[in-house]
Each structure stands twice: as C-alpha cells, then as structure tokens.
C-alpha cells in the first residue's frame, strides 16, 4: 500500500471517530430528548460516512476491487437515519416527552 | 390473475435486482435467480404502500440535488459539532413549516432531506399534507431556516416534480 493511502486512510478514521464521538457526546450534554435527536444522527452521517471512505480506500489500494458495499451500506444508512429519527421524534410527540423551557414553538397535538 | 405475474415498478426492480447482486459478492446463477424473485416479490408486496406515481418527474435534476445535499450536511455537521463542544446553550425551536409541494413523494423526499442536514429534524407532517413540523437544534429566527430550507431543497424539488 502506498503512503498516501495509508495517511488517506488515516485521517479519514481519525475524522469519522472524531465525529461519532462528537455525536456521543451531544447525546450527553443537550438538554432534552427532542435536541439530542440531533446528536447521534448528524454523527452517524459524517462519521460512518468518513470511515465507510477509509474502507473504500483500504479495500482499493490492497487491490480487492472497489467496494461497492461500502457505498451501498452508505446508501441504506442515509436512507434509514431520517426515518428513524422521525420515528422517535412522533413517539416523542405521541407520549407528550417534555422540552427545555426555552424551546420556541410547541410539538403539536393532532 | 396475470398482473399477479407482472412487474407493477419497472424501475424499483431493476434496483432491487442489481442491489442484491452487488451484495451477494458477483454474479452467479445462484444470485441471478435469488434476484429475480426478490425483485418480482418485493415490488408485489409493497404494492400498495406507494403512492401514485407522478405525472413527471424530471430525473436528471436528481444528481444535483443529491450533491448539495451531501455538500450541506458536511458543511452543516462542522456547526452542529462546535455547537455541542461549545460552553453556549443552544436555542431549541419548532417551526411550523408551509409546504408547498403536494406530491407525497416530494414530501417525504424533503422531510427526509431536513432530517439528514444536521441541526433540523422533520418531526411530523399535518393530516392534510400542508404543514411540516420540523424541531432546530438552534434557531435564532425561525424566518431564516425556513428561507433556506425552502430556497435550496423545496424549490429544486418543485421543479423535479411540477
């Protein structure tokens, strides 16, 4: 493998765990569960997707072909994320989850 | 009996046909007649989930779109993430969105284009399809992201389909 790929690489898993941690870490630190919605699926759009590039790379430069799995685990993730995180957030509406004081605007009831 | 046989979404098989043989490792027999049946019997049993299919659909617009999509959740990731690390509270809002596409396939194509841009969540459409309620993460006017949203996703995907 050459050099660059190798840093490529490198900095790719560095940025994309860098991110999921962020994201992590939003979970954490937001206030209520309608922001931390935000935290771990933001994280896993440009995290997974900056690993899922190290993998495409890596699997290149051995010369095992493109991953074309890759790209389609990337393609299922980023069709599912906003599903799910609709999901929640109706689930959320539908019990009545509390927000922070200071949220502007209110969930609706219909 | 015989639509029983038939493929109600070209196009949708096709996709499923190829996805699978992408993710069976290569083309075999084996995979080629798996393939075949997903895509006959996938499109069959989701038949009456989809909605009706729109008058026209300009596709072509389709790779533009998707790449400003992938360019905005880049760009908007890095402010989500200093917005999480930074001491600053965030201002958590709802905005009642006006929609103006009417296709359901529009629709959810733009819901799901808010919930993947970091910073907004599309929480629920209205029963009448007019409104979208979308959660920010941090909104200092609710005029803005609705400018925005409306400028770079709906008016794009209003083209596509109207």
Known sequence: ???FAEYAISALLLFGGAFTLVGAIGLARLPDFYT??????KATTVGVGAIMLSSVIYFSAIGEGIGI????ITVFLLMTAPVSANMLAKAAMHIGVETVKDTKGKPWEQ | MFDRLSFPQPWLSLVLFTTWQILSDGVSGGSAVLGFILAWLIPQMTHGFWPERPAFVKTWRMPWYILR???DIIAASFSVAWLILSPRKPQPAFISYPLKLEHPLAISILASTISLTPGTVSADVSDDNKTLLIHALDSSSDEEIIDAIFNRYEKPLMEMFQ
Do not use: A
Not at chain 1, 69 to 72: A, D, R, T, Y
């Open chain 1, 36 to 41: 931390r919605l935000h935290g771990p699926t």
């Open chain 1, 1 to 3: 493998m050459s050099p």
């Open chain 1, 69 to 72: 799995s890759e790209v389609l």
């Open chain 2, 69 to 71: 999509v992938l360019n």
